[in-house]
């Protein structure tokens, strides 16, 4: 027979049957499955009482209905009681998470716990999400947003409750590696004005001079306790830190806001120190690394170095062979530059000699003796032959002179009348002469255009008079029609002494 056939609803067409007589074991065994397949996950509130750890760290409790007369006794072993995030009291409130079973050998029915919260930590949860969400959409985790931390900081800031244990953590592991100088900016890290105190005592911290990097730091408890490291103003201040900011609150399991927010988490404020202060004998491990690596880089170099110049060396040789052959060589070379020397010098006096022979023969004084004699033989000749010839020509040219000096005289007072008549009829047609004769010319002040007909000026232009002499400004005050009237010239006069007329009056 099945142990399910014991809670088999269902009804029999046949005859009832006798009862069957179960064993003990087979019942508990039977009870024990339909509790853990109906009750293997679920959630139970209620207050702690009769909690007692065991020697093996298993923590055994019974949870007190707070409302009505109940009880549930229960049994959260060692590793979740490590994570219990509630504490396990008497009289503390709490809510666990776990599964509903029966203790066979005993018959006892009993709850295994497996998570441990404070009663109302499931808000706290939602709103840690809501929170971490919001702030995740804005890039606030974003790796791109984290800034390394200074390889040798020399001032550190530490943002946790002076009184706490998180701050002598720090101070001592820092004090163990490397001399630095440490500032606490005391805090409430718990409580309802935490999140202020937190935001007063990081805003107090960044004004210290030469500061290097901030620890946010208190020790590990409840999610209650760690609240304040949850706030949101909290977050956005550690963001806007104007130097790297260490996260290490609470222990390595507990997260906060302010943990994904900082630029490094740590597990613990000890690990803090451990991160952000480097370890001098590590420092000076690694500078006697690096020195007995650069001695035998130098040795190296030194061997290489000393190798080459034996090279050198014997490739050079003894330089006083080289020095003599060197002598040798030069006192041949020498030798041969005295010889070219004194052949050329010899081919050179006899191509002198060769020279001053050919002068002598061709010495232009000589030539220029015999040059003159044939000139004077030629020049008597000549004169003796050309004498009556050139008096002949002399005359002719004389007389050509005069007729030419003659008729040039005759034609240039020709040509004087024919300019004086030219000048004249120009005089006569200068307009020079026509403003001796009382007109004007009468030009745009603006343009410098002469002024022909009265539509080319308007009421208000200014205009240019010019006379015989001098000139005049004038401006239209009224402008009338084109005139009819024209200005005949006066031919009688002046048309037949030269040539000319007078235009038009303007």
Not at 224 to 232: K, P, Q, R, T, Y
Not at 324 to 332: C, D, H, I, T, Y
Not at 400 to 414: V, Y
Request: hydrophobic share 40%; glycine share 8%.
């Amino acid at each position: 027979m099945s142990t399910m056939d014991l809670f088999d609803g269902r009804e029999s067409s046949r005859e009832p049957e006798k009862p069957p007589v179960l064993r003990v074991a087979e019942v508990n065994r039977a009870v024990r499955s339909r509790l853990e397949s109906t009750f293997g996950d679920v959630w139970v509130e209620g207050e702690l009482s009769d909690v007692t750890r065991a020697a093996s760290g298993h923590v055994y409790f019974t949870l007190n209905d707070e409302n009505e007369p109940a009880q549930l006794k229960g049994v959260m072993f060692r590793g979740d009681a490590r994570r219990a995030k509630a504490r396990l009291e008497r009289g503390a409130v709490v809510r666990m998470r776990g599964q509903l079973t029966l203790y066979e050998a005993r018959g006892n029915f009993q709850m295994i716990a497996r998570v441990a919260l404070p009663a109302g930590a499931g808000d706290l949860h939602k709103e840690f999400e809501r929170i971490r969400r919001k702030l995740d959409k804005e890039g606030l985790f974003s790796d791109e947003l984290k800034r390394p931390l200074p390889r040798f900081p020399r001032v550190i800031g530490v943002v946790t409750s002076a009184a706490g244990a998180a701050m002598h953590d720090v101070v001592r592991v820092a004090a163990g590696r490397c001399p630095v100088r440490i500032v606490v900016a005391d805090c409430r890290v718990q409580g309802k004005e935490a999140p202020r105190s937190i935001l007063r005592a990081l805003e107090a911290i960044q004004r210290l001079p030469g500061l290097d990097a901030v620890i946010v730091t208190r020790g590990g408890g409840s999610q209650e306790d760690l609240w304040a490291f949850n706030d949101e103003a909290v977050a956005r201040a550690i963001a806007a830190c104007t130097v790297p900011v260490i996260s290490a609150v609470g222990h390595e399991v507990d997260i906060t806001i302010a943990d994904l927010v900082a630029d490094v988490r740590a597990s613990t404020p000890s690990n803090a120190a451990e991160i952000l202060v480097p370890d001098r004998g590590a420092l000076e491990h690694r500078l006697a690394d690096f020195e007995r690596r650069i001695s035998r880089a130098l040795d190296a170099q030194i061997s290489g170095d000393r190798l080459r110049l034996e090279r050198l060396s014997r490739d050079l040789g003894d330089p006083r062979r080289h020095l003599g052959q060197g002598r040798a060589n030069l006192e041949g070379l020498e030798g041969r530059a005295a010889r070219v020397v004194s052949s050329r010098l010899a081919k050179d006096r006899q191509r002198l000699g060769e020279l001053s022979l050919a002068v002598r023969r061709h010495d232009p004084r000589a030539r220029l003796a015999r040059n003159r004699t044939r000139h004077g033989e030629l020049d008597s000749r000549l004169r003796s032959v050309l004498g009556p010839q050139i008096l002949a020509g002399r005359e002719r040219i004389r007389h050509g002179d005069e007729r030419l000096h003659h008729a040039m005289e005759t034609r240039l007072a020709s040509e004087k009348a024919a300019l004086g008549r030219a000048v004249a009829g120009l005089e006569a047609m200068s307009p020079l002469s026509v403003l001796s004769r009382g007109y004007a010319i009468a030009l745009h002040a603006e343009t410098g255009e002469a002024i022909t007909r009265a539509d080319q000026a308007q009421v208000g232009d200014a205009l240019d008079v010019v006379l015989h002499e001098g000139r005049l400004t004038a401006r239209v005050e009224a402008v009338g029609g084109p005139s009819t009237e024209e200005t005949t010239p006066d031919r009688s006069k002046n048309g037949s002494e030269n040539g000319s007329q007078d235009g038009p009056k303007a």
